[in-house]
Antibody, heavy 113, light 112 residues
Framework: EVQLLQSGGGLVQPGGSLRLSCAAS????????MGWVRQAPGKGLEWVSI????????NYADSVKGRFTISRDDSRNTLYLQMNALRAEDTAIYYC??????WGQGALVTVSS | DAVMTQSPLSLPVTLGQPASISCRSS???????????LFWLQQRPGQSPRRLLY???NRDSGVPDRFSGSGSGTDFTLKISRVEAEDVGVYYC?????????FGQGTKLEIK
């Protein structure tokens, strides 16, 4: 059974940093593209970033480019999202996703003073 | 970017009746490899999204056969043959043919 267990959400001040983690199990992590999708309160879904197998190729939404960094540790079967220079508009539930196949439970990130 | 437009945005349905959701893309979703990376996801209240269909019409494991998908190019449809109470939630189409991957606005299905 595929499991994506997320951690790392919380409250942070504008301009601050936060790192999200997603521990994967139940599939061969190293073979799959992994990504982060967010959902602002009461809103729809937005792809934030994706990292492909091997870790060398990544993509980012324009809204986070230069501030967020996606990475993966295939030895630990873990996906990360380092979020810097956070803004109020980054407030959302962040989901870890295995392509479009499987989704984590979500982690709430609140950016507020 | 491929803009995904869903209709309707609100869908009240009587139990046992059919339902249909349209999804239109601003660009062709045919990938250079010939595949169409168009997916349908369901998000029940308070839950994470769950994929129902992949590559237009293929049901994921455990998805009831009352859900079906069709379409090509830029126009796609999700159909539920007979709505059940557990189908309440928001339905999203999503394209992964080109980055940025994009979602429709979501269609909220409720029971009349």
């Amino acid at each position: 059974e595929v499991q994506l267990l997320q951690s790392g959400g919380g409250l942070v001040q504008p301009g601050g940093s936060l790192r999200l983690s997603c521990a994967a199990s139940g599939f061969t992590f190293s073979r799959d593209a992994m990504g982060w999708v967010r959902q602002a309160p009461g809103k729809g879904l937005e792809w934030v970033s994706i990292i492909y197998s091997g870790g060398r190729r990544t993509n980012y939404a324009d809204s986070v480019k230069g501030r967020f960094t996606i990475s993966r540790d295939d030895s630990r079967n873990t996906l990360y999202l380092q979020m810097n220079a956070l803004r109020a508009e980054d407030t959302a539930i962040y989901y870890c996703a295995r392509g479009s196949d499987d989704w984590g439970q979500g982690a709430l990130v609140t950016v507020s003073s | 970017d491929a803009v995904m437009t869903q209709s309707p945005l609100s869908l009240p349905v009587t139990l046992g009746q059919p339902a249909s959701i349209s999804c239109r893309s601003s660009q062709s979703l045919v990938h250079s490899d010939g595949n169409i990376f168009l997916f349908w996801l369901q998000q029940r209240p308070g839950q994470s999204p769950r994929r129902l269909l992949y590559k237009v019409s293929n049901r994921d494991s455990g998805v009831p056969d009352r859900f079906s998908g069709s379409g090509s190019g830029t126009d796609f449809t999700l159909k539920i043959s007979r709505v059940e109470a557990e189908d309440v939630g928001v339905y999203y189409c999503m394209q992964a043919t080109q980055w940025p991957y994009t979602f429709g606005q979501g269609t909220k299905l409720e029971i009349k």
